[in-house]
């Protein structure tokens, strides 16, 4: 056995020594000039594309088949700067072939392509001519015959300039790999680049690639995969008179606000805009793009519907969605009206730049909706962001038990946001509402509102501060917490200084309520505001300032006769204080003056410092008007107090 080994092993040896023989002869006696003229012919029949050669020429036969060429640019290129320029192009030869005098390319190598693409205001770029000339050179039928279908480029860099909208962009350290069509027709490239400071990998195929260069219809499949954004398509395309494209795509990035700023997009404000996933039927015309068949989905939420996008010098998105339940809370978690841990508005300044970045207009429908703390049910709402200013309706929504409806807009001015609203609530849950609203927590039963407010500010502070317009409110079997006015009536009736004990205490019911209220510059002055009930009744009067949250009312409460109906004992009395713990107190001289023993007194004094006097001493006894001492105030609030 091992002597047959042996005696196969010698013709073996034989024969690759006389290859060896050979390929070393070839080398010796090799037309050169012949190798270099057969090469550069087959890369023109090839790629189309006639080179320029201004460096030197290296040629090696063994151990490596190959011709490189240094400096090389494109015949007919602007000289100056050129669409294509090389260092060096490098052509590998088939071994075989060049033993029998024959060349043939097996692929071909660009060392630090430099691509210029030039595009002008009519569509066209420095490359169309070329294009052309590859298109033909790729026809059916062409004279010269296909040798090689593999072409590598390292270490390349893309440069890409609009004059019409003098858009430039770079691709750098590109790597890839064109499998250029030889057999079939298709087309593949294969590789990697660098963008904006991103790696990405990217994969291109044509089915058809003359039909691709010639503007004809091409079924087409692209990927490209990099940190911030992942993008696929698969459909066809076509570049007659502007670029068509129908087919699927699909769009996933872990954080949208990553991927915008990364593309050269300013993010809205705020939170959100984190994970993101888009699959739909697209169709691009030109600078628009048409998708139908969308499923979105952006931070959990998840709908569906139709999207429209548009570029002609301003960014442009239509939508109509349907969803089933939506949260907008990332998105106002960064709003905050009041400070933290503080009563006083918020006052840093508004980011108001998100509203000039593009133009919007979306219908949105949900079967429940979640902002902040607020749960709505089935709600249809629209916005429509144009110019920089925002509008956001609601044609209805399930809200507080009842029903919402309303509008609400911001317009940019400067720094400055011009705020309007406007909404009714019917047959809400009033305790939910208010406190919700306005923070005022004291107030329950069922009841409509009706509100119309315009602000102007560069805060929440600024807005309070600016307020105007109106609110009115009516309410129905509900009550007021923190004072019980039937039992304290009553009481006072029997013993008018029966000591101070504690107004704030108890609810007080009621039938009917209403109130209107009118805003100026901030405060609220109450027009009309009654509390009825078949015991009592309350009227107030005064202010409220919207900027401070504090009240300074004042009101009459009366017992109501169930015989007559008819009012009965009454009782002046004062709403001082926040909004969210006033006090309340009854007036002191109303009650001095309904005790037969300290009425003869009060009248007896005419001196008004000596009547003050005794006046005060009384209120020590009955307890009326009585505040807590305020306490000392933190250096922080009172800096929070300055104007704005």
Excluded: C
């Excluded at 011709?67 to 320029?85: E, I, Q, R």
Aim: proline residues 5%; neutral net charge.
């Amino acid at each position: 056995m091992a002597q047959g080994m042996k005696r196969l092993a010698m013709p073996v040896a034989a024969f690759f020594g006389v290859v060896l023989v050979g390929v070393i002869a070839t080398s010796w006696f090799l037309n050169r000039d012949a190798l270099r003229e057969a090469v550069e012919a087959q890369i023109r029949a090839v790629t189309g594309l006639d080179l320029v050669v201004k460096g030197k020429i290296d040629i090696s036969v063994f151990p490596a088949s190959y011709v490189s060429f240094h400096d090389v640019g494109l015949k007919g290129a602007a000289a100056t700067d050129p669409a294509l320029h090389v260092d060096v192009l490098t052509a590998n030869l088939r071994l075989l072939p060049l033993m029998l005098r024959r060349f043939e390319i097996a692929d071909v190598m660009m060392l630090r392509p430099t691509i210029r693409v030039v595009r002008d205001g009519n569509g066209e770029s420095n490359w169309t001519p070329f294009v052309d000339t590859i298109a033909k050179a790729m026809t059916p039928g062409a004279a010269n015959q296909v040798s090689f279908s593999e072409i590598r480029i390292q270490d390349g860099v893309l440069k890409y300039e609009d004059t019409l909208s003098h858009a430039s962009e770079t691709l750098n350290d590109i790597d890839l790999s064109l499998a250029w069509p030889s057999i079939s027709r298709s087309f593949a490239a294969t590789g990697q680049f660098d963008w904006r400071g991103e790696r990405i990998d990217g994969s291109v195929s044509a089915n058809d690639f003359v039909a691709l260069l010639s503007g004809e219809r091409s079924g087409l499949k692209a990927r490209l995969a990099s940190a911030p954004l992942k993008l696929a398509f698969d459909g066809t395309v076509a570049n007659r008179t502007s670029v068509l494209m129908e087919g699927t795509v699909t769009v996933d990035s872990l954080s949208l606000r990553n991927a915008l700023r990364w593309t050269g997009q300013q993010p809205p404000a705020g939170g959100g805009f984190g994970r993101f996933a888009l699959k739909a039927r697209a169709n691009v015309v030109g600078g628009s793009v048409a998708l139908t068949n969308v499923n979105v989905e952006l931070d959990g939420n998840v709908a569906e519907g139709v999207m429209t996008f548009a570029n002609n010098g301003r960014q442009t998105v239509q939508a109509t969605l349907a969803a089933g339940n939506l949260d907008f809370t990332p998105y106002i978690s960064t709003v905050r009206l009041l400070a933290s841990g503080a009563r006083d508005w918020n006052r840093q300044l508004f980011d108001l730049n998100a509203l000039s970045a593009t133009d919007l207009d979306m219908r949105l429908s949900a079967a429940k909706v979640t902002v902040g703390p607020t749960k709505l049910g089935r709600t249809a709402f629209g916005a429509n962001l144009r110019n920089g200013a925002l509008a956001l309706s609601v044609g209805e929504a399930q809200m507080y038990g009842g029903i919402a409806r309303g509008s609400f807009g911001v317009a940019r001015s400067d720094t400055m946001a011009d705020v309007r609203a406007q909404f009714q609530l019917t047959d809400v849950d009033l305790q939910a509402a208010a406190g919700e609203l306005f923070g005022v927590t004291k107030l329950s039963g069922r009841g409509n509102l009706n509100v119309s407010l315009v602000a102007s500010g560069a805060s929440p502070f600024g807005l309070a501060s600016s307020l105007d317009g109106t609110a009115t409110l009516t309410g129905h079997d509900g009550s007021i917490s923190g004072f019980n006015v039937e039992q304290l009536l009553k009481r006072l009736e029997r013993r008018p200084l029966s000591g101070g004990g504690n107004f704030r205490q108890g609810t007080t019911p009621y039938d009917n309520l209403t109130v209107s209220v009118k805003f100026a510059d901030g405060v609220a002055t109450a027009e009309d505001i009654r509390v009825e009930s078949p015991t009592s009744r309350l009227t107030l009067t005064g202010t409220a300032s919207v900027p401070a949250r504090e009240y300074d009312m004042k009101g009459v409460a009366s017992l109501v006769s169930a015989s007559s109906g008819n009012a009965g004992f009454e009782l002046p009395f004062v709403i001082q204080g926040p909004w969210d713990d006033p006090l309340i107190f009854p007036d002191p001289e109303s009650l001095i003056r309904r005790s037969p023993a300290t009425a003869p007194l009060l009248d007896a004094v005419k001196d008004k410092k000596t009547r003050d006097a005794v006046k005060s001493v009384i209120e020590r006894f009955t307890g009326g008007g009585l505040r807590p001492p305020a306490p000392e105030p933190a250096p922080a609030a009172v800096e929070a107090a300055k104007p704005n």
